[in-house]
Every structure is written in C-alpha cells, then in structure tokens.
C-alpha cells in the first residue's frame, strides 16, 4: 500500500463532526485527509416512514418516545477505545479488496497517522443502498411472513433517500446544524433505524428512476442509478465471497453510499466507511463475556484481523489489556478470550476465527504449466505467460515436451509437480490437436488439463478426426482453439481458490457490462439527434 509520509501535508479543517474530521491537502485540491474518532453514538430509535398515514396521536406519542431515547443515548454516548484506528484500518483492508477489481472508489492511500486515510474530494449522492442476503429481525418486522434468517436469492436491494448528505466541501460545511451532523455512514445503527429528520423514505428501484437528483451540478441519469445497481451487486459478490471462502463467514448485508468527485473529470465512486455498522457477518457460534461498548469493539478488532490476515498483512491491533481487565481469572477460564502477551505461542482450541486469526497454513501462489509440442509453438506459450504474470500475477512455467519422442520423460516431468499437493496448478498444452500429449497428461494426473490448438489459416477449413477424442476414459482435458480462450480457462479454474483472481474476474464482468450499457446509451443518443435533426430539416 502506498502512504504518505508526512502530517505537514494537512491543510484546513472542511469538516469537524462527532466521529469524524476532515482536513483539506495542500497542493491537492482533489484529495481530503479523513480522520476517524474514537467517539460512539447508539441509536435506538425506532426506523418510520415519513408521508405515510398517522394520527395526530401517534405522531405525539412518536415523538414523546425519540426524545426518551434521544435522552438515554446522550448518556451512553461513550468514546470506545481504538474505535477510530480499528474502523480505518478496517476501511483501509475493504478497499485494498476492492482495488483487486478495479472498483472506482474514493480511497486514495492510507496515512502514517493509523485513525487518518487519503481519500478523493466529493459529494455524496443522498441515495443509501442495503444489500440483504439473510433478513434479519428489522427486516422481518417491516415485511411480515418473512421469516427471520430467510436467504434472498438473489440479494435484495433497498433504496433509502437521505435529505442531508454529507458534502466534503467547506463552503456547504456552515449550513448544517450541529444537531444534524452526520456521520453519513453511522445514520443507520444495527436494526436500520434513523431519526426522521434524516430520511425521506424506502424507494423502490423504479421511484429512483422517476426521480431527479441533482449532485455537484450533475444530474443523476437513467445510466449512472444503472451503475451503482452493478457496482452495488459487485462489491457485495466480492465482499460475501471473500468471507465465505477464507473465513467461513456469511455477509448478511450491506450498506453501500457513493459520491461524485469534485474535480473533473467528474465521476461516480463508493465513499462510505466500513466499521460495524456498515454491514453485519455472521460468524462461528462463539462465546463471549462481553457486551455493549466492550462487544462492539471486540467485533471491531475480528473483523479488522480477520481481514489484515486476508490480506497477508500484520495483524497489529490486539484486544486491549484494559478491555480484559475488567474481568476476573476464573471468568476467562470459563470464555474463549485470552489476556493480552508479548508473545502468543498456545491458543484456545475453542479461540478458532477469533480475536487472533492466525493463518494455519503458508500462503500458496496459484501456478501454470504452460507446455509447448515444438519450437513454434514457444511464441505463443511467452504471450501466454506474460499476460499471466503481468495481469493476474500467476506463476507460469514453460516446458518443450513431445509425446513422439519421449512418453517416460513426460510421466518423469509431471511427477516433478505433482508432489506439491496444496499448490493449486492448471496445465497447458499448446501444439497439434492431435499430437497426444494432453491425453499423456491427463491420464496420469489429477491436474487440469487445458489443450491449446492454435490453427492457422491454411487449417481452418480442415476438419480434424474427432474419433481420436472420443474415450470411455473418463480422464479427458478441454480443447480450445486462441490463447484468450485458453487463458480465460485457467484464470476461471484458478480463481476457484484465490480470492484475488476470483476479484479481478469478477471486476472484468462488471466492466464488460457497464462498457456496453454506455455504448447503447451513446448509440440511443446519436439516433435521437439523427431523428431530431432529420425532423427539422423536413420542416
């Protein structure tokens, strides 16, 4: 990760609220230095939909219980210790993530100071999306005969409208009121509750559409709603597989904000925190003597060592001496958490995806066999390689083998890879679509298989012999006919077991598709011109 290294670099305060201040660049007019809090608000009132039917009565009554509540969290309002650290840090590893797959976001770097990141200049849109995998008790009480813990297949999307968006530019800083600071990313606390003053309504995906919203004097079209859909259902794709397949972990739900940066060109990027009210991860059934403050932190720092160890980095942020202070020796015999030492060397078996995600096994690079039938077939195999290597940061290896001449050194050449057990391999045959060496190969590994027949022109028109495919061996390979199909192969095979390759691939998807809807756009609208220029002509 890149960093700056300097604090000098800070300019004027754009934004100072509870949980957050923001500090402008010198020099950058693009970036802002965002600084998280140790500050925690629990909000608890109950989630209401102005514009629908109530009586007078209800209103009162409402209103008499949101200033209780109100009430009650001024006097929980605590500072939890290591919160801001814990939430950039955590920030920090999300979109490390997202950069695998090209995601446009406005994380920019992290700082040297560990509660501070650089991010780009923007205004946020007042649009807040959820995604929902399971439905959890607040969704349930909104939409009865839903049953708590139902799976959504696929994840539903919810549109909320929120009046006062946080806007990171210091001429709109003086026109909030200190009661509506805002914290964009804690508005909704774990049951999606919020005060009325700060949301307008669930929107269905259709009123959004309907609706014009202007943004940093961007009107907000038909293509980019379009966009944050996909971006939404590709960031949770990426995040739900990340923790289901290296923590065995469910992402339950989502919440995604974006913003339009300031300085052209303009465009559309995700710009919300992420702590533990930006999503909820069903975790292993645990226990736990914790509550309240000491909980939310004792999630803080699972999820942000849990992703620290996703990443290969250190894992530096250890539950605090004092948080486990307060409990007695015999009660931390009977918990799963362990005080604090300068060296951990025997673990809980009971501490498993805990406060300390210790990795069990080395990390294991994926790995291509890429082997050639001849000298010509050479070129091919190093275009192969480097886009491997270059792309998506897959070991290749190129071999020359012949089925002709050597059948013991070919069974001698993969003996030679096979013993590395764990290391996910997919193997590459480039030559003759009929020299037999895929067939050698396959029926005497385990590894996958992929036959690359490069025809040229004076070959496309000649049909191969298909009898000499055709086996009741079960032991059989793939046959492709271009080096982009043999790569999107081995790519889609290795990417079942590193979650990096599964990310760009599913970035690619998301591109391919958002690239054509802003071609058919761009086409819908030189037809339009065409047809309105015609009009006026014949006129």
Not at 17 to 42: A, V, W
Not at 119 to 148: D, F, H, Q, S
Not at 320 to 338: F, G, Y
Not at 431 to 445: D, E, P, Q, R
Request: glycine share 2%.
């Amino acid at each position: 990760m890149a960093s700056f290294s300097s604090h000098n670099i800070l300019h004027q305060k754009l934004f100072d609220g509870k949980t957050k201040t923001i500090y402008s660049i010198i020099d950058q007019p693009s970036l802002i230095c965002i600084h998280r809090k140790d500050y925690h608000e629990p909000l608890g009132s109950s989630l209401c939909i102005p514009g629908s039917r109530r009586s007078s009565i209800d209103s009162a009554v409402r209103q008499t219980n949101q200033q209780q509540q109100q009430q009650q969290n001024n006097r929980n309002n605590t500072e939890i210790n290591s919160k801001g650290s814990l939430a950039t840090s955590i920030t920090t590893c999300v979109y490390e993530i997202l950069r695998e797959a090209t995601i446009p976001t406005f994380y920019v770097a992290p700082f040297t100071q560990p509660d501070m990141f650089i991010a780009k200049k923007c205004t946020m849109i007042p649009i807040l999306w959820i995604i929902r995998r399971l439905a959890n008790e607040a969704y349930v009480k909104r939409n009865p005969g839903i049953t708590n813990g139902h799976r959504f297949i696929p994840p539903i999307m919810e549109i909320y409208y929120k009046r006062h968006p946080l806007l990171y530019k210091q001429s709109t800083v003086d026109s909030y009121d200190d009661n509506f600071e805002s914290d964009h990313e804690s508005q909704f606390d774990d049951d999606e509750s919020d005060f009325d003053e700060c949301i307008s309504s669930i929107w269905s995906y259709e009123q959004l559409l309907n609706t014009n919203i202007n943004t940093e004097n961007v009107k907000i079209s038909h293509t980019d709603i379009e966009y944050m859909y996909e971006i939404c259902c590709t960031v949770f794709d990426i995040l739900e597989h990340v923790w289901m397949v290296n923590k065995n972990c469910q992402l339950i739900d989502l919440k995604i904000e974006f913003g339009i940066t300031t300085v052209a060109p303009k465009e559309i990027v995700v710009a919300n925190i992420y702590d533990v009210e930006t999503w909820h991860i069903l975790r292993p059934i645990e226990k736990t003597i914790l509550s309240g403050n000491d909980l939310i932190q004792e999630n803080l720092v699972w999820i942000n060592n849990s992703l620290r160890d996703i990443l290969d980095l250190n894992i530096n942020i250890p539950l605090t001496a004092k948080l486990l202070s307060r409990h007695d020796n015999d009660e931390q015999k009977k918990s799963n958490i362990i005080p604090e030492y300068d060296s951990i060397d025997i673990i809980n078996d009971n501490l498993s995806l805990h406060l300390y995600s210790t990795p069990t096994t080395p990390s294991i690079t994926s790995r291509c066999v890429i082997i050639c039938a001849s000298l010509h077939d050479i070129e091919y195999g190093q275009k192969m390689k480097t886009i491997l290597n270059d792309t998506y940061n897959i070991h290749c290896d190129i071999r020359l083998y012949s089925i002709y001449k050597s059948t013991q050194t070919i069974l001698k050449f993969l003996s030679n890879y096979a013993y590395e057990h764990c290391r996910p391999t997919v193997i590459v045959t480039l030559g003759n679509i009929n020299n037999g060496l895929a067939m050698c190969l396959s029926s005497n590994s385990q590894y996958p298989i992929i036959h690359c027949s490069l025809i040229n022109k004076e070959q496309q028109n000649n049909l191969f012999d298909i009898n000499s495919f055709i086996s009741n061996d079960t032991s059989l390979f793939t046959i492709v006919f271009t080096l982009p199909s043999a790569i999107q192969n081995v790519i889609q095979i290795l990417a079942m077991n590193d979650w990096k390759l599964w990310t760009k691939l599913r970035g690619r998807r998301f591109k391919k598709y958002m690239d054509l809807i802003i071609a058919d756009q761009q086409l819908l609208t030189k037809q339009t011109m065409k047809t309105n220029t015609n009009g006026l002509m014949n006129k």
